[in-house]
């Protein structure tokens, strides 16, 4: 059975820093491509950050600069280092793990929220 559990949520003040993790387990995870989503109340799901097998990441605008997506597939775990943290950054974030080869996979964790308020 797989399994995408997140950590590292929580408050934070506007410019502070978070380090969100995502442990994988019952996949081969160096085959899948990795990414972090977020969701805002009253929003759709946004794609944040991208990371391929072999560490090639891709960002959305409002994150390039600030954060920083990597793995380890020794692990089996993602990140997802926020820092400068603003107020729109709040959402639950997610992991979600994709395997486009046949046949394709699509995996979800439960999410994690982060909150930025002063």
């Known amino acids: 059975q797989v399994q995408l559990v997140e950590s590292g949520g929580g408050l934070i003040q506007p410019g502070g820093s978070l380090k969100l993790s995502c442990a994988a387990s019952g996949l081969t995870f160096d085959i899948y491509v990795m990414k972090w989503y977020r969701q805002a109340p009253g929003k759709g799901r946004e794609l944040v950050a991208t990371i391929t097998p072999g560490g090639i990441t891709d960002y959305q605008d409002s994150a390039k600069g600030r954060f920083t997506i990597s793995r380890d597939n020794s692990k089996n775990m993602v990140y997802l280092q926020m820092n400068s943290l603003r107020p729109e950054d709040t959402a639950l974030y997610y992991c979600?793990?994709?395997?486009?080869?046949?046949?394709?996979?699509?995996?979800w964790g439960q999410g994690t929220q982060v909150t930025v308020s002063s």
């Open positions: 979600n793990a994709e395997k486009r080869a046949v046949p394709p996979r699509t995996y």
